[in-house]
Every structure is written in C-alpha cells, then in structure tokens.
C-alpha cells in the first residue's frame, strides 16, 4: 500500500495536519495542488493506493481553485481519506464537497476527518493548532482509518456533514496588498495559486482573482505583503462568538 498526502495548503496549516495523520499509516508521498501551472493530470493512483486529501475551508466552502485541480486528477479507484481544515470556526458544507469531489474523480473516500488550524487570516483563531491534545487525537483517528483500510470488504457508506445544494461560495473580501519594504523579488507571484499577483509586476494584486489564501503573506521574504489592518480588526470582532472555545477535531467512518 502506497501513502499519498495531497493537499492545497497556501499557509501550511493544512499540509501539517495531512503529516500527523499520514505519518501513522507509513511513509507519504507527498503532493502539493496549489502550485500555479502545474499539470494535475500526471497525478496518477493505484487501487491499492491510498491518498489523504486536505483542503482549508474557505467560508465553509472548498476554495474553488483546489476544486478545479482536483478534477484533473486521476484516481482509478484507489482510496481516499478526506481531511478539511478549518480556523476554530466551523466548516459548513466542505467535508461534504469535498468527499464529493473526490469521488467524481474516481477515489473511493473511506474517511473523513475536520480538524483545527491556526486561522490564516486571525492567528489568535485556533492559534497553535494542532497542539499535543490534537496530535494524539489525530493519531487515534489514523489508527481508526488503517484498521478499516485493511478490510476494504467492509466499506460501506458513511455520514459527512454537510448540506446540497452548498451554501454560497464568497472569498473573504481581503486583498493583501505590498507596502514599501516589498523588493519585488517576485517570490509571491510565483507561489500565488490564483495567480493574482503579476510576475512583471510584483507589487501589485489582481482583486478579482484573489481568493485571500494569504500564501503571499506567509512566504514574503521581506514581511512585505499586508492585509488593510482595520478591516481584519472588524473581521475579528464579527467572528469572535462564532470562534470562542476550543472545537473538536472529528472522524467519519
């Protein structure tokens, strides 16, 4: 049995989460779908393969452009574990989207798993996540998932939450943009899975292609890339109840 990790991870929340639960069921390959111009048609799988497939959950949706590399995808029946990040919040209608996706690509999902990352937008949402207490969960859940890998006999459909048709796809209208300390080194155009931000031009963003995945935040060398301060404040505020406490991390067999 071969191990895939797949991921479209822009702030690396996501691919750490994929590690911990892949690392129990053997040694991942890894994938990453969020890579602009790349060929997802040479992302090929066994039946006997098993490949983890993780998303953030963007408003509760799976963001569109992991949607579209994903159908380029050839899975030829081998299985899949669908994993959906979200920031202490909620994740709504991804893990069903997803699930979903997946096997309209020809993956057969035995698996679903919702787990807690830092938000990548609000750090103080889920800040530290995944912690101790969620790498022993998720490792009880890894164990769970092989026991029924080993006896594909018994797969037999699962509930994943979710409602059809999805609620209404929105992008957090947060648009990071460059300040004076941005070098153009070109660092963020090349890593934008949206391809928002102009190789000739750097410094710029394109609004209407943004999906503020914040990827060109994390990886600016400088810390040259920004989001308006005043409108994550607001952003913050409005979502304070929504994400007090701790939430769990769950498992679908």
């Known amino acids: 049995m071969k191990v895939y ?25 890894e994938m990453d779908f969020s890579l602009p111009g790349e060929d997802y048609g040479m992302y090929r799988f066994e039946p006997g393969d098993v490949c983890l497939v993780g998303v953030p959950s963007f408003g509760g949706r799976v963001p569109r452009i992991a949607l579209e590399n994903l159908t380029r995808v050839r899975a030829n029946r081998a299985a899949a574990v669908a994993v959906v990040s979200y920031g202490n919040r909620a994740y709504e209608d991804t893990l069903l989207e997803l ?23 609000m750090p103080q949402y ?17 164990g769970k998932i092989g026991e029924k890998l080993l006896k594909p006999a018994s797969w037999k459909d699962f509930f994943v939450p979710g409602r059809v048709p999805y609620k209404e796809y929105h992008t957090i209208p947060m648009t990071p943009e460059a300040d004076r300390s941005c070098k153009r080194c070109g660092l963020c155009a090349a890593g934008c899975p949206a391809r928002a931000i102009p190789r000739e031009h750097p410094d ?19 810390h040259g890339r920004k989001v308006n301060k005043m409108m994550v404040l607001a952003a913050s505020m409005k979502l304070r109840r929504a994400c007090a406490g701790r939430k769990d991390n769950e498992l679908f067999l």
């Open 5 to 29: 990790t797949m991921y479209f991870s822009p702030t690396g929340g996501t691919k750490k989460l994929l590690g911990i639960l892949a690392g129990e069921l053997g040694t991942p390959m």
């Open 204 to 222: 710029q963003t394109d609004s209407t292609r943004c999906i503020s995945c914040m990827r060109c935040v994390r990886i600016c060398p400088e």
């Open 126 to 142: 889920g800040a530290g996540r995944p912690d101790e207490r969620d790498c022993r969960e998720l490792k009880a859940m890894a």
């Open 99 to 121: 699930r979903k996706a997946l096997e309209g690509c020809g993956f057969r999902v035995v698996a679903g798993v919702a787990a807690v990352a830092e938000h990548s937008i």
